[in-house]
């Protein structure tokens, strides 16, 4: 099983990169070499009840794949995509120590982004590029499940990017995603006690309809 994991790391590694993944790409390696273990999003670990009991799963940019890491656990057939190679060795290592299976590859999900009707459960943390929208939504099956959770222009503190391109709008995560149904969104801003609670991320679960 961890065999398999290594081998497709290793196909998916040789894949020929273009010139803006692979800078890109070195920049989170750099960060990756001697990052400790993140924990998987609250979208995904305060929803894990909505999953169903079988399917495939893609932890779409993973990181070190925490979100993969309970798919995988929940019984289902997990892939993880990022473009940085350290990443996903170091996620191959945590699945191996954990003893479940994922099929974590190096992929630029820019510019091979999952195929139509690929996967029952999607998710996306702190990963924001717009121009997937649509591919996101093709991806999902019948009643699939969309589990997002990013940073917003609306801040508390200097957590997150900078850069407004990664950062969504007010309520934009439920405009992105309306041709799915919701089922969770959270999205706090600056309202109430700013000390507590989901602040300056937005969170969504939505449902593909039956088509
Ligand atoms: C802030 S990290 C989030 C990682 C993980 N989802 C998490 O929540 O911990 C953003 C990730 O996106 C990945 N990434 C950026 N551009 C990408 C692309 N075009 N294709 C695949 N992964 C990409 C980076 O390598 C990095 O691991």
Excluded at 45 to 73: I, K
Excluded at 87 to 97: N, T
């Amino acid at each position: 099983m961890v065999r398999n994991a290594k081998m497709r790391f290793a196909r998916a590694a040789s894949l020929p990169h273009n010139a803006c993944m692979t800078r890109d790409a070195d920049k989170w390696d750099a960060r990756y070499r001697d990052a400790a273990e993140t924990p998987a999003a609250r979208v995904l670990m305060e929803n894990v009840h909505l999953l169903p009991s079988r399917g495939r799963a893609l932890d779409l940019a993973c990181g070190l794949g925490a979100n993969a890491l309970v798919l995988a656990a929940n019984g289902l057939e997990t892939f993880a995509w990022d473009s940085s190679a350290v990443a996903i060795e170091k996620l191959v290592g945590l699945a191996r120590a954990r003893g479940v299976h994922v099929h974590a590859a190096v992929r630029d999900v820019v510019q091979r982004p999952p195929e139509p009707q690929a996967f029952d459960v999607l998710v996306v943390s702190r990963f924001l590029d717009r121009s997937l929208t649509p591919h996101l939504i093709a991806a999902l099956r019948p009643h699939g499940l969309l589990y997002y959770q990013t940073f917003t222009r609306t801040r508390i503190g200097d957590n997150g990017p900078h850069n407004p391109a990664y950062l969504l709008e007010d309520s934009e995560l439920l405009s992105m995603f309306a041709r799915l149904q919701p089922l969770v969104y959270r999205e706090e801003g600056l309202v109430g006690d700013t000390r507590r609670g989901l602040r300056g991320q937005a969170m969504l679960v939505a449902r593909a309809r039956s088509h």
